[in-house]
């Protein structure tokens, strides 16, 4: 999108998606910088992140952010969006940064089929859908009320401190 950009991911084992998010703001300011000549701030605002109840919303939402070019009217087709991930899953073509996920895998054995049922899913009249998840992104989670208890006990159980100075958290996958 030309004033943000959306993310699906899952962050790794032992890596916070803070420290995934710093890292990839860094090594993309370093290359924006280096190639418009530019020095300072390049992102307006800090990352926001929404924890997604896997096997409920993860779909949903990936549709949801394939067809946002649509919806802003910038093309007509999310096929036709050039920093997309559709043509990953709606054709086959990997880009070296998407992995697809299990979800996404278990829409059928073959590849052919896969691409053409998720091509259908993208394509399909879903309003209510799209409007539950809108209103659900302004929670701050997509699930369910025991997706929002699991979520509730794990933040109470991060803002204990704990005794000593803090480990520090090295992530070195980016």
Known sequence: M???????????EGC????????????????????????GHLWQDRFRSIPIEEDTYLLECGRYIERNPVRALLTEHPDDYPWSSYAVHA?????????????????????ELRQRHYREYVASHRDREEAELRQKMT?????????RL???????????????RPPKIACNHL
């Not at 030309?2 to 790794?12: I, K, Q, T």
């Not at 916070?16 to 190639?35: C, D, I, N, V, W």
């Not at 992995?99 to 996404?104: D, F, N």
């Open 16 to 39: 916070p998606l803070s420290r995934t998010m710093q890292g990839l703001q860094l090594a993309y300011t370093f290359q924006a910088h280096k190639r418009y000549r530019r020095v």
């Open 91 to 111: 054709r086959g073509i990997a880009d070296g940064l998407t992995t697809p996920h299990e979800l996404y895998l278990s829409l059928a054995h073959s590849p």
């Open 150 to 164: 699991i979520l509730q006990k794990q933040t109470v159980a991060q803002r204990k401190p704990r005794p000593g």
């Open 139 to 147: 929670t701050g989670y997509l699930g369910g009320a025991g997706f």
């Open 2 to 12: 030309p004033n943000h950009v959306h993310l699906l991911m899952e962050p790794g």
